[in-house]
């Protein structure tokens, strides 16, 4: 994919003029610029997502469900391997076989048969063309990909953030915790309701999208862990009320 760095706008100039951009801010949302401001300060560009082709990055996608991605990427190079990493060569390859290169991905069963029903769609509705699929407005090839067996709203907004740059955000199990922690969320809030306050809270810009939820996860991972979070040390230290309990 792309290096951000090549942008337009660099997002370190975008992280400068956010508060500006976003002020004022609805009262009854979250003023998630400061969240992001204070986090791409303290990491600086996160280069999401890994893959080297936008089909790539869809298969990681689907791969990388309910698993570390150090196992999606050990199938995704089993793949490459195997010169696979097309849609026409996952339509066509037997389904034990795509299975077996794909086992370290866990669930690798199903997770080939949700291979093969993304490539069928492409085929069948744009004719194998990613660039054709990437053009459709995103609403609605977002109820398109919703359809598809096996593709769900995380996996489908990553596909059309990181794939395809479509302006989405993608909300995940780290999102949900920062922002409940951080008295943002109830907790009971659905995967929609999480996205458009995302989405409303910030800039239209998938580049921003794609590194605020790049920078979630990196915080959800070393800082703010489901077990033994590390508040002393975290960038959003100072919008947090108070330590959340049994924190370090």
Not at 60 to 73: D, K, M, P, Y
Not at 206 to 234: D, M, W
């Amino acid at each position: 994919m792309p290096d951000p760095r090549s942008a337009s706008v660099p997002l370190r100039q975008r992280a400068r003029r956010l508060n500006a951009i976003a002020t004022p801010v609805p009262e009854n949302l979250p003023i998630l610029p400061q969240y992001f401001n204070a986090l791409f300060r303290a990491h600086g560009e996160q280069h999401w997502w890994p893959g080297r082709t936008p089909f790539e990055i869809i298969v990681g996608a689907i791969l990388v469900q309910n698993t570390a991605w150090l196992n999606a990427s050990r199938a995704i190079a089993n793949l490459r391997k195997a010169k696979l990493l097309t849609p026409s060569a996952i339509e066509s390859v037997p389904h034990p076989k795509l299975a077996r290169l794909i086992r370290s991905s866990g669930y690798f069963r199903q997770k080939a048969r949700k291979l093969k029903a993304f490539v069928t769609f492409l085929r069948k509705e744009y004719r194998g063309s990613l660039a054709a699929m990437f053009r459709t407005p995103t609403a609605t090839l977002r109820q398109q990909l919703l359809a598809v067996h096996g593709i769900g709203p995380e996996t489908a907004d990553s596909i059309l953030l990181y794939a395809g740059k479509h302006p989405v955000f993608v909300v995940d199990a780290y999102t949900r915790r920062i922002l409940q922690r951080h008295g943002l969320a109830a907790g009971n809030e659905s995967y929609e309701e999480i996205r458009r306050l995302v989405e409303k809270s910030l800039p239209n810009d998938p580049q921003l999208f794609n590194e605020f939820h790049a920078l979630i996860v990196h915080t959800g991972k070393l800082y703010c862990r489901s077990r033994a979070p590390v508040c002393s040390q975290c960038a959003l230290r100072p919008l947090l009320s108070q330590p959340v309990e049994g924190s370090r």
